[in-house]
């Protein structure tokens, strides 16, 4: 895709993570400060190590470029932010849902480098619906929430 790959990560990389570690928890202070609850969610994206041709097609991050991070390279750096928010979230004990571990990297999901598609956005809701039904209502099992989310009336219930 680019006439000069880049796979090494920028030597700054541990500072730009301290630096986002700070603007997470200055987010959670303000937000406690306002009695506001706070959820943080991970970002997902199709980047990995060995990315199927048909994946790599859709990747528009660095089409013309003369020089870019390859696909490893930005899965490694996403990858460093998506685990500096959960350990901030964990920190601070704020509520984290890890997107980028739960959703499939394929085409059903994204419709290019970090954009969920139709089936993307559903799976998402779902994700969402069932966490926010189980701490709304937490006599709910996520099983029951799940089945809520789909309109299965359970009679057990």
């Not at 301290?18 to 202070?29: C, D, P």
């Not at 199927?52 to 750096?77: C, D, G, M, Q, S």
């Not at 964990?90 to 970090?114: G, H, M």
Request: hydrophobic share 35%.
């Amino acid at each position: 895709l680019s006439k000069c790959p880049i796979s090494e990560p920028p030597e700054n990389l541990e500072e730009a993570l301290s630096v986002y570690k700070q603007n997470l928890r200055k987010i959670v202070s303000l937000c406690r400060s306002r009695q506001q609850k706070v959820l943080m969610l991970t970002q997902p994206t199709l980047y990995g190590k060995y990315m199927p041709e048909e994946l790599r097609k859709v990747l528009w991050a660095h089409i013309n470029e003369k020089a870019a991070y390859t696909e490893e390279t930005l899965a490694f750096l996403v990858d460093a932010y998506n685990e500096a928010m959960v350990q901030v979230c964990r920190d601070e004990e704020v509520d984290c849902i890890d997107l980028a571990s739960l959703l499939p990297k394929n085409n059903r999901t994204f419709y290019d480098d970090c954009h969920f598609n139709v089936s993307g956005c559903e799976r998402v809701a779902d994700i969402l619906h069932d966490y926010f039904l189980t701490v709304l209502s937490p006599q709910l099992s996520p099983c029951q929430a799940g089945m809520e989310r789909k309109g299965i009336k359970n009679e057990g219930t």
